[in-house]
């Protein structure tokens, strides 16, 4: 396995940590490393602009994903769009547990 550290990239986060996550070497694909990352980071992979190798290398094909090496860092960069979607704070009505007959009572 080839083990990397991933991120989303946003400079407007106060906590902004990698998480580690494993390619099977036998897979080193971009495809794969856009999938695998999606998944950890909660991702959908239609919102991922590029993948960034740090500090300021992009990432574009198979070759690229293979020179990889173990620890090296990543990020997600998102299309400016979508930044706001994904972190966006569900409104009280999209919450569960939200009982929309309960709020329409009068007093």
């Known amino acids: 396995e080839l083990v990397l550290k991933v991120r989303i990239q946003n400079p407007n986060l106060r906590e ?3 998480i580690e996550i494993e ?3 036998q897979e080193l694909t971009y495809k794969e490393l856009l999938r695998v990352s999606c998944r950890e980071l909660g991702v959908n992979p239609e919102h991922v602009q590029k993948i960034r190798k740090l500090p300021n290398t992009m990432l574009r094909k198979d070759k690229d ?3 990889l090496q173990d620890f090296q860092e990543l990020e ?5 769009s979508d ?3 994904l972190f966006r704070v569900p409104t009280l009505s999209e919450r569960s547990g939200y009982n929309k007959k309960a709020s329409e009572l009068t007093y």
Do not use: C, E, G, I
């Open 16 to 18: 902004n940590d990698f």
């Open 23 to 25: 390619l099977d070497r």
């Open 65 to 67: 994903v293979a020179r």
């Open 83 to 85: 930044k706001h979607s």
């Open 76 to 80: 997600l960069v998102l299309t400016v």
